[in-house]
């Protein structure tokens, strides 16, 4: 921590490891894909969404303290306006430069549908609330096919336009200057730019004026009032960013997958994203990244890793890898809230926090 | 300045305030005093817009601001300091100074004002950086006061300043409140220690059971024999 505190003070130290941190995401995929092979570049541009979905709801929890439990249902109403939107579904095929911006709009309209009923409510009965919110959004989609079809109910809807760059598809190789580009090289550069576009206004945030009301909400409302921030319109602010953040990670997803239906919006989805704000670290931004790197990757690596690390002790496998994969992550969850209460990187306020120290 | 006519203020069917009538001068300081539940908090919190009055008006240099919301208060030039010091207690003094200024964007006049704080609250400005949850009740009452000025307000409203603070605390948040009220500066001071506040104050309003029961020159209540039975423990 000592040495990324130094980098604040060293111009050339941190555009040297600007430069290297770039170089670095560059070439990623083309490591990741020879070492390890598409199923882990696949698990990668997973990861760059669910950092997109991180950063939108640590915007709700970590920076306003207000605590969603259903925020997946963002991610859905994204994805779905894609779906409905470029898909045989309707014959609609609109390129993506129209759908996220929309899909964004339509999720933050949906965040503050949530927000301003619940203005009034905090901690565990907000989280009830939200939670509910999610599980209605989901059991919507799962129904909306009768009586007139708009969803295609858990069937889901298939055939979903890839995203198209400039008229190239993204999920055929593209071949650049006589140099081929896989499709899940694209995807991953496009996520990442992304994904990086979203850490950019996400610290342009916290560092605003708004972002010190969120704070202030966060850590006494009614000081908030008695300072002048008008909380309703700033918490309001909060769950239509976070949401936004949601949509557009929800679009990209259901390109992606050129798939969406409504299991994929489960309560366990909505409990995963915020694990990754809380187990990262509330309210900062790189520990809210590494919560979503670490999430998505652990629970692969358990699913991937215990078959043969079981075969190379016992020499068989007792236990179903599958069934061994979340008990493993559980007890990883365990671990790191036992032993890093506050986020395996927390912000400062928060170590503060759990200190109570001076600064 | 302030002039409330028949406020009322109601959880659910119980009335708090039974339609008060006061009224706040321009630089004066008055003292609302009375018993634990007498409604004194309910009044400032109806004026302070943290809960809807049931009726009445409040009107604030002539402009009615009873249905105002909360924050449109302070750019109106009323600035609340809450009960039980509401600081941010995770942010350190000078964040909470700066948030105190929230409405206001003359950078160079903000840092003047911090100094100026700092002038009135020494203690403050020697734990600048430290977080304002680590301080002792005393130290965050004058933060908490110290932010309700950085708004720079016309009018200031104290809720219970000397609330569970040690008697040597409760004297220098006094000589402050003094001093802040000598520039100048309008106060309603809402206060359960009745002897401090009626001599920090010129005029008095004594509250029981939601009304006002007698009124007056602060140094009038402090000798009126029905206050000093009631509420000064003689």
Known sequence: MMRFEALRHDKRAAIAATVLIGILLAVAPFLIGSAAGSTWLRIVDFALLYIMLALGLNIVVGFAGLLDMGYIAFYAVGAYMYALLASPQFGLHLPMWAILPAGAAVAGIFGVLLGAPTLRLRGDYLAIVTLGFGEIIRIFLNNLNAPVNITNGPQGISGIDPIRIGGVSLSKPIDLFGFTLPSLHAYYYLFLALALAIVFVTIRLENSRIGRAWVAIREDEIAAKACGINTRNIKLLAFAMGASFGGVAGGLFAGFQAFVSPESFSLMESVMVLCMVVLGGMGNIPGVILGGILLTILPELFRHGAGPVQQAVFGKILLDPEALRMLLFGLALIVVMLYRPAGLWPSTRRRREFKGGAA | ?234
Request: hydrophobic content about 45%; charged content about 20%; some cysteine.
């Open chain 2, 1 to 234: 300045m302030l002039e409330v006519t028949g406020l009322r203020v109601a959880y659910g069917g119980i009335q708090a305030v039974r339609g008060i009538n006061f009224h706040v001068a321009e630089g004066e300081m008055v003292a609302l005093i009375g018993a634990n539940g007498a409604g004194k908090t309910s009044t400032l919190k109806a004026l302070a817009r943290l809960l809807n009055a049931a009726g009445g008006s409040v009107r604030f240099r002539g402009e009615e601001i009873s249905k105002l919301a909360p924050h449109a208060l302070v750019s109106a030039g009323i600035a609340l300091v809450p009960e039980g010091r509401g600081v941010f207690p995770r942010m350190s003094i000078v964040e909470n100074l700066q948030m105190g200024a929230y409405c206001r964007s003359d950078k160079d006049a903000i840092a003047a004002d911090i100094e100026h704080i700092f002038g009135l609250f020494p203690r403050l400005k020697e734990r600048a950086r430290q977080m304002a949850g680590t301080m002792s009740g005393g130290e965050q009452q004058m933060l908490a006061l110290g932010r309700a000025l950085m708004s720079r307000p016309k009018m200031l409203l104290l809720d219970e300043p000397s609330m569970g603070l040690a008697p040597i605390m409760v004297q220098k948040i006094f000589e402050v409140i003094r001093t802040v009220a000598s520039e100048g500066m309008t106060v309603l001071l809402v206060e359960q220690n009745a002897k401090l506040a009626l001599e920090t104050s010129q005029r008095g309003y004594v509250m029981e059971s939601g009304e006002i029961t007698l009124t007056g020159d602060a140094a009038d209540l402090l000798s009126d024999p029905k206050v000093r039975a009631a509420y000064l423990g003689e």
